[in-house]
């Protein structure tokens, strides 16, 4: 069976400061793979999406990038965190002309 | 463009109460639907999904929903509302042969289940 990881689950960064948040999936090969923000009331906004290694696509424009180093492995960074990049950040998967998404458990991240 | 809406950002009903959280949808050509439920703190699960098939569709711990094509609806509902239904459920919405990542999600329903 699939799995897909997050980490870390939590995270408190001070304004200024760099990210990195990673998600993993086990159990398949060339998945697409989703990063979402969710903020309160807002619902879940997707921000990138990749269909393969170093295959990158940016639905909004933001302080935040994504990467694709490996075939499961998606990175979200950031160089310099605003006040407004808190959120619940989660990452899906799926296969390749399935609309159905799979999550993860998430990331709290809290920038002061 | 596609578009969901949730109607009602809160629902509170009484423990073995029928649930029924709406959803409607705008879109183009006939759409994939989606029910996501998430906890507090967790990520989304996926409750059911309508992908032009049968339009009842069933999904886990006792949910179901409807597609209506006239009604441009998805609503959710469940017989028997359980403590351990209280969570946030969002409809969601993705276009057959769309972009991939295209899946538009509705703000979300809180629901509440009293004892």
């Known amino acids: 069976s699939q799995t897909i990881h997050q980490w870390p689950a939590t995270l408190v960064q001070p304004v200024g400061s760099p990210l990195s948040l990673e998600c993993t999936v086990e159990?398949?090969?060339?998945?697409?793979l989703y990063w979402y923000r969710q903020a309160a009331g807002r619902g879940l906004q997707l921000l990138f999406y990749?269909?393969?290694?170093?295959?990158i696509s940016s639905e909004v424009p933001q302080n935040l990038s994504a990467s694709r180093p490996q075939d499961r492995q998606f990175i979200l960074s950031s160089k310099k965190l605003l006040l407004s990049d808190s959120g619940f950040y989660l990452c899906?998967?799926?296969?390749?002309?399935?609309?159905?998404?799979?999550f993860g458990p998430g990331t709290r991240l809290t920038v002061t | 463009a596609q578009s969901v809406t949730q109607l009602g950002s809160h629902v509170s009903v009484s423990e073995g109460a029928l649930v029924l959280l709406r959803c409607n949808y705008s879109?183009?050509?006939?759409?994939?639907l989606f029910w996501y439920v998430q906890y507090p703190n967790q990520g989304l699960q996926l409750l059911l999904k309508?992908?032009?098939?049968?339009?009842l569709v069933k999904g886990i711990n006792g949910f179901e929903a409807e597609f209506k094509k006239s009604e441009t609806s998805f609503h959710l509902t469940k017989p028997s509302a359980h403590m351990s239904d209280a969570a946030e459920y969002f409809c969601?919405?993705?276009?057959?042969?769309?972009?991939?990542?295209?899946?538009?999600f509705g703000k979300g329903t809180k629901l509440s289940v009293k004892p």
């Open positions: 899906a998967w799926n296969r390749d002309r399935a609309y159905e998404q799979y």
């Open positions: 159990g398949t090969s060339n998945p697409n």
């Open positions: 990749s269909v393969g290694i170093g295959q």
């Open positions: 879109s183009s050509v006939p759409p994939y």
């Open positions: 309508y992908t032009s098939a049968a339009t």
């Open positions: 969601a919405v993705s276009q057959p042969g769309g972009s991939q990542g295209n899946l538009i």
